[in-house]
């Protein structure tokens, strides 16, 4: 889920067969992918019309995470991983590798600020998003799909 302001945005999905390290990745990578086209647009939108640019778009970005291994990882780990060739402490190859690169890539140029949120504790933007995979699990069983994605959104900051 993404908020600014009154803004509100939600995106879910499931895929068989996958992890739930892999999902969460996933998760960020999809909404850094989506600001990123959405600001690319109207940076060039704004230039086209020698229009100022909306303040959102050099608005600060802040991730909240309730996966220790997604803040860990782009926080610090990777960093190493990288010097490493992509390699682990105990010299194994990082897993999910392509996706931490994708990570990687839109993190170093958005500059998101990442943050950890501790699961099952009330946090009513956690609590939803665990409501949203509830929800995405259960239809993919349902339609025996192979995955499953929405998006929401919502200028009035609500669900």
Same mark, same amino acid.
């Given at each position: 889920?993404? *908020?600014?302001?009154?803004?509100? *945005? /939600?995106?879910?999905?499931?895929?068989?067969?996958?992890?739930?390290?892999?999902?969460?990745?996933?998760?960020?990578?999809?909404?850094?992918?989506?600001?990123?086209?959405?600001?690319?647009?109207?940076?060039?939108?704004?230039?086209?019309?020698?229009?100022?640019?909306?303040?959102?778009?050099?608005?600060?970005?802040?991730?909240?995470?309730?996966?220790?291994?997604?803040?860990?990882?782009?926080?610090?780990?990777?960093?190493?991983?990288?010097?490493?060739?992509?390699?682990?402490?105990?010299?194994?190859?990082?897993?999910?590798? &392509?996706?931490?690169? *994708?990570?990687?890539?839109?993190?170093?140029?958005?500059?998101?600020?990442?943050?950890?949120? /501790?699961?099952?504790?009330?946090?009513?933007?956690?609590?939803?998003? &665990?409501?949203?995979?509830?929800?995405?699990?259960?239809?993919?069983?349902?339609?025996?799909?192979?995955?499953?994605?929405?998006?929401? /959104?919502?200028?009035?900051?609500?669900?």
């Amino acid at each position: 889920m993404m *908020r600014f302001g009154t803004r509100y *945005r /939600e995106s879910w999905g499931v895929e068989p067969h996958t992890t739930n390290n892999r999902m969460e990745l996933t998760a960020v990578i999809s909404a850094l992918s989506f600001l990123k086209g959405r600001m690319d647009a109207t940076r060039a939108s704004c230039a086209d019309k020698y229009a100022a640019q909306p303040s959102w778009t050099s608005a600060a970005i802040h991730i909240f995470t309730d996966s220790m291994y997604v803040k860990n990882g782009i926080s610090g780990w990777i960093g190493n991983w990288k010097k490493r060739g992509w390699k682990t402490a105990a010299k194994k190859p990082v897993m999910n590798l &392509d996706l931490w690169q *994708r990570l990687d890539a839109l993190c170093s140029e958005l500059g998101p600020h990442f943050e950890w949120v /501790e699961g099952h504790a009330g946090n009513p933007d956690n609590e939803r998003c &665990d409501t949203l995979v509830g929800l995405a699990i259960e239809e993919m069983k349902k339609q025996n799909e192979d995955g499953i994605y929405h998006e929401s /959104e919502s200028p009035q900051g609500g669900r």
